[in-house]
C-alpha cells in the first residue's frame, strides 16, 4: 500500500510539473522591431485566454527568406505590400475569411488605397503606412537638411549612417538623380549605384535598428530611417532630434498582415487582425508606433498632437512627393546584383 501511495504520489507530482491538460494556444508573430503596443498583446491574451509570441526581422529580404526556408511557423506576419505580392506567387499566404475581419471591412480608411498594391485584401490587411526620410541631430546642425545631398557632406564622415535596405537606399539614390524609385533601367542604376559608393565614404554604417539608438544617443548625427522609428525617438528628445523628407521625393509603403501557408492557428490569426482594427486599439498603437495605420475612425481619434505631427502623418503637400515601392518580378535581380557590388565595394 504504501509503495502505490508513493507511485500514485510521484505520477500526480510529475503531471503538475510537466503542465499536462489543457494548454493555451500560442498565436506566434513575426514583425518589425517595437510594432505592436504590448499593451494590446496584453489585451488580446486576456480576451482571447491565449499567449502571443513574438519574434521580429529587419528586412523583408530577412523576412521572406526565412519564411520561404520553412524554418519557423508562424500564425501572423508584417510584410510589406511589394513583398506580400510575391509571396503570394509562390503560394506562402493563405486567403482571407473576411467574414472573420467586420472591423477591417467598415474601418478601413480608402485615403490610403492607393499606396497598398493588394486593394482586393483577398490575402492580407493593411497594417501602417511607412514612410522614409531623414533623421538629424538639432543640436549638431542647426540648419535642418532639405535634400538627399546631405549624405554628400564629408564633413560628418562617419556620423552619418543608411539603411541596410537595396530597395530603400538605392531608391533614395535614384530619387536623387530624379528617377523613379522602382526604375528598371540598367543605365539609370547604374548611375544610382555610383551615387551609393559615394555616399557610402561618409556613413559609418548601413543599418536597420540600431541607427535609432545612435541618433538618440548622439553618435550619428544624420541617418536615413523609417518615419516611424524616428518618431519615437523624437517623442523622447523633441527639442534634439528632427525628420525631414527629402525634396526631391521618398518612399512609401505599406506593411500588411498576413496568414503564412501552414499557419497553426488561423482563426487566432483572424481575430488579432480584426482586434487591431477595432478604433480603440488602432488609435492606441498609432500613438505606440508612431506610425498611421489606415484605419478612418482610429486617426480620428487621435489626439491633436499626433494628428498634426508631420512624422507620423504627412501633410498632402509633402505626400505628393512620395513613391509607392513596387514589387519588380524578375527585375528584382538588377537591384541585388547593384546592391552586392555595392556591399562589396570598399
Same mark, same amino acid.
Given at each position: 500500500?504504501?509503495?502505490?501511495?508513493?507511485?500514485?504520489?510521484?505520477?500526480?507530482?510529475? *503531471?503538475?510539473?510537466?503542465?499536462?491538460?489543457?494548454?493555451?494556444?500560442?498565436?506566434?508573430?513575426?514583425?518589425?522591431?517595437?510594432?505592436?503596443?504590448?499593451?494590446?498583446?496584453?489585451?488580446?491574451?486576456?480576451?482571447?485566454?491565449?499567449?502571443?509570441?513574438?519574434?521580429?526581422?529587419?528586412?523583408?529580404?530577412?523576412?521572406?527568406?526565412?519564411?520561404?526556408?520553412?524554418?519557423?511557423?508562424?500564425?501572423?506576419?508584417?510584410?510589406?505590400?511589394?513583398?506580400?505580392?510575391?509571396?503570394?506567387?509562390?503560394?506562402? #499566404?493563405?486567403?482571407?475569411?473576411?467574414?472573420?475581419?467586420?472591423?477591417?471591412?467598415?474601418?478601413?480608411?480608402?485615403?490610403?488605397?492607393?499606396?497598398?498594391?493588394?486593394?482586393?485584401?483577398?490575402?492580407?490587411?493593411?497594417?501602417?503606412?511607412?514612410?522614409?526620410?531623414?533623421?538629424?541631430?538639432?543640436?549638431? *546642425?542647426?540648419?535642418?537638411?532639405?535634400?538627399?545631398?546631405?549624405?554628400?557632406?564629408?564633413?560628418?564622415?562617419?556620423?552619418?549612417?543608411? *539603411?541596410?535596405?537595396?530597395?530603400?537606399?538605392?531608391?533614395?539614390?535614384?530619387?536623387?538623380?530624379?528617377?523613379?524609385?522602382?526604375?528598371?533601367?540598367?543605365?539609370?542604376?547604374?548611375?544610382?549605384?555610383?551615387?551609393? *559608393?559615394?555616399?557610402?565614404?561618409?556613413?559609418?554604417?548601413?543599418?536597420?535598428?540600431?541607427?535609432?539608438?545612435? $541618433?538618440?544617443?548622439?553618435?550619428?548625427?544624420?541617418?536615413?530611417?523609417? /518615419?516611424?522609428?524616428?518618431?519615437?525617438?523624437?517623442?523622447?528628445?523633441?527639442?534634439?532630434?528632427?525628420? $525631414?523628407?527629402?525634396?526631391?521625393?521618398?518612399?512609401?509603403?505599406?506593411?500588411?498582415?498576413?496568414?503564412?501557408?501552414?499557419?497553426? /492557428?488561423?482563426?487566432?490569426?483572424?481575430?488579432? $487582425?480584426?482586434?487591431?482594427?477595432?478604433?480603440?486599439?488602432?488609435?492606441?498603437?498609432?500613438?505606440?508606433?508612431?506610425?498611421?495605420?489606415?484605419?478612418?475612425?482610429?486617426?480620428?481619434?487621435?489626439?491633436?498632437?499626433?494628428?498634426? /505631427?508631420?512624422?507620423? $502623418?504627412?501633410?498632402?503637400? #509633402?505626400?505628393?512627393?512620395?513613391? #509607392?515601392?513596387?514589387?519588380?518580378?524578375?527585375?528584382?535581380?538588377?537591384?541585388?546584383?547593384?546592391?552586392?557590388?555595392?556591399?562589396?565595394?570598399?
Amino acid at each position: 500500500m504504501h509503495v502505490r501511495l508513493i507511485l500514485t504520489t510521484l505520477a500526480l507530482s510529475l *503531471l503538475a510539473f510537466t503542465g499536462c491538460g489543457p494548454q493555451k494556444p500560442v498565436l506566434h508573430l513575426y514583425t518589425w522591431a517595437d510594432y505592436i503596443d504590448p499593451e494590446l498583446l496584453r489585451a488580446f491574451e486576456k480576451t482571447h485566454a491565449c499567449s502571443v509570441k513574438v519574434d521580429t526581422f529587419d528586412s523583408n529580404e530577412t523576412m521572406y527568406a526565412k519564411m520561404q526556408a520553412g524554418s519557423d511557423t508562424y500564425d501572423l506576419a508584417f510584410p510589406s505590400s511589394y513583398q506580400i505580392v510575391l509571396m503570394k506567387q509562390q503560394n506562402m #499566404v493563405q486567403k482571407l475569411d473576411k467574414s472573420k475581419l467586420p472591423n477591417v471591412a467598415t474601418q478601413f480608411d480608402t485615403a490610403y488605397a492607393a499606396m497598398i498594391l493588394n486593394p482586393d485584401m483577398d490575402y492580407s490587411v493593411p497594417y501602417a503606412i511607412t514612410f522614409t526620410g531623414i533623421a538629424y541631430r538639432k543640436d549638431k *546642425l542647426p540648419t535642418p537638411p532639405t535634400s538627399w545631398t546631405i549624405f554628400d557632406n564629408a564633413e560628418l564622415k562617419g556620423r552619418m549612417a543608411l *539603411l541596410n535596405d537595396h530597395r530603400e537606399t538605392i531608391g533614395a539614390a535614384l530619387k536623387f538623380l530624379g528617377y523613379s524609385f522602382n526604375s528598371v533601367n540598367p543605365v539609370e542604376l547604374e548611375k544610382a549605384k555610383a551615387v551609393v *559608393l559615394r555616399w557610402k565614404k561618409n556613413i559609418a554604417k548601413f543599418d536597420n535598428e540600431q541607427y535609432k539608438t545612435a $541618433i538618440a544617443s548622439g553618435e550619428f548625427t544624420v541617418a536615413q530611417g523609417y /518615419n516611424g522609428d524616428i518618431a519615437q525617438t523624437m517623442a523622447e528628445d523633441p527639442e534634439k532630434i528632427g525628420f $525631414i523628407y527629402p525634396s526631391e521625393g521618398f518612399s512609401n509603403a505599406c506593411d500588411e498582415m498576413v496568414i503564412p501557408k501552414n499557419a497553426a /492557428n488561423p482563426e487566432l490569426a483572424h481575430a488579432f $487582425i480584426n482586434f487591431l482594427y477595432d478604433p480603440d486599439n488602432a488609435a492606441q498603437n498609432i500613438a505606440y508606433i508612431c506610425t498611421v495605420m489606415p484605419n478612418k475612425s482610429g486617426i480620428a481619434k487621435l489626439p491633436k498632437e499626433i494628428h498634426e /505631427n508631420p512624422a507620423i $502623418i504627412p501633410p498632402n503637400s #509633402v505626400l505628393s512627393k512620395s513613391e #509607392v515601392i513596387r514589387e519588380l518580378g524578375e527585375n528584382n535581380k538588377l537591384y541585388t546584383a547593384t546592391w552586392d557590388t555595392i556591399k562589396a565595394t570598399e
